[in-house]
């Protein structure tokens, strides 16, 4: 199995900064994309950035320019940097990795437990 820790969520005024951070462990073979959701309560759970394959990255057009994200591949580790905070960030963001448990296998989408963000005006 797999496991994803998430951690970094809080309170922020508007402007500030949080770095989330999320670390994927257990039987990995390989992961072939991890990144990062949020969801609001009653609205669909929508892509913040992920990376695709190696180095490809993918940003919801909202968070351009104010949010990056990063990753350790030694670490099975994903971090996002989010800069100048909005109220309108406040969500619970989620991981997610795609991950092939073992050499030509099939690949399972992993979700971590979710890490509430708090964007004050």
């Known amino acids: 199995q797999v496991q994803l820790v998430e951690s970094g969520g809080g309170l922020v005024q508007a402007g500030g900064s949080l770095r989330l951070s999320c670390a994927a462990s257990?039987?990995?073979?390989?992961?072939?994309?991890m990144g990062w959701y949020r969801q609001v309560p009653g609205n669909q759970r929508e892509l913040v950035a992920r990376?695709?394959?190696?180095?490809?990255?993918d940003y919801a057009d909202s968070v351009k320019g104010r949010f990056t994200i990063s990753r350790d591949n030694a670490k099975n580790t994903v971090y996002l940097q989010m800069n100048s905070l909005k109220p309108e960030d406040t969500a619970v963001y989620y991981c997610k990795a795609v991950v092939q448990l073992k050499e030509n296998s099939v690949s399972y989408n992993y979700w971590g437990q979710g890490t509430q963000v708090t964007v004050s005006s």
């Open positions: 257990g039987s990995i073979f390989a992961i072939s994309a």
């Open positions: 990376f695709i394959g190696g180095t490809t990255t």
